[in-house]
């Protein structure tokens, strides 16, 4: 079965470093978008990418979260710098999107990444 | 700003009864449901999609129904299982535009 695989599963960091995160979309899925989930809010939509552009990021904090797509194999979230309240479950997903549609794809989640700033 | 509630917010039962798990939206212009499962350190996995034209859809035990009018969908088990164990959540993308998730029903069922 393809999946969807982010690195690393757990990070464990202090306040203040950089953070990384990076998923690995089912090949030929053209579109890929990065969620955070809390207790507290819920599951939250950071951003996404159609064919390696960024369509919207407005859920991401600008001042220290940047989300990138190197290329159609590869999708990194950083946070520089790390803060407490950055503590949360990161998931990336992809699917295949045409047009206009964004939320009515299938999207195929990976198992996040458990996220801790100390 | 779209909203969606579950209720509850935790479930336990025995193992061999039917439940119903509760999604409610506030606006109604939604494209489609889409009903999730997550397990414990996993991903969501995709149960069911419920276009708006769409009553209900059914896979296996499941069946989901959606009522659009009222901004409310639910998810029903039959004979629930051990494995059905996990974090169900519903969402809904209004047109187009991405997914709003809700918080979640926790099941738990006991052998």
């Known amino acids: 079965d393809a999946r969807v695989t982010q690195t690393p599963r757990h990070k464990v960091t202090e306040m203040g470093q950089e953070v990384t995160m990076r998923c690995q979309p089912i090949?030929?899925?053209?579109?890929v978008f990065w969620y955070r989930q809390t207790m507290m809010q819920g599951l939250e939509l950071l951003a996404y990418f159609r064919n390696r552009a960024p369509l919207d990021d407005s859920g991401m904090p600008k001042d220290r979260f940047s989300a990138e797509m190197p290329d159609a194999t590869l999708a990194t979230l950083k946070i520089q710098p790390s803060e407490p309240r950055d503590s949360a479950v990161y998931f990336c997903?992809?699917?295949?999107?045409?047009?206009?549609?964004?939320?009515?794809?299938?999207?195929?989640f990976g198992d996040g990444t458990r996220l801790s700033i100390l | 700003k779209q909203e969606v509630t579950q209720i509850p917010a935790a479930l336990s039962v025995p193992e061999g009864e039917n439940l119903v798990l509760n999604c409610s939206f506030t606006?109604?212009?939604?494209?489609?449901l889409q009903w999730f499962r997550q397990d414990p350190g996993k991903g969501l996995t995709s149960l069911l999609l419920?276009?708006?034209?769409?009553r209900e859809q059914t896979s296996g035990r499941l069946n989901a129904s959606l009522d659009k009018s009222s901004g409310r969908s639910t998810l029903y088990i039959a004979a629930s299982q051990p494995g059905d164990s996990a974090t169900y959540l519903c969402?809904?993308?209004?047109?187009?535009?991405?997914?709003?998730f809700g918080k979640g029903t926790m099941l738990l069922v006991s052998p």
């Open positions: 997903a992809s699917g295949h999107g045409q047009g206009a549609l964004i939320g009515h794809q299938p999207q195929h």
């Open positions: 606006d109604s212009a939604i494209y489609n």
């Open positions: 090949l030929g899925h053209n579109t």
């Open positions: 969402a809904v993308p209004r047109k187009y535009s991405t997914l709003t």
């Open positions: 419920i276009q708006s034209s769409q």
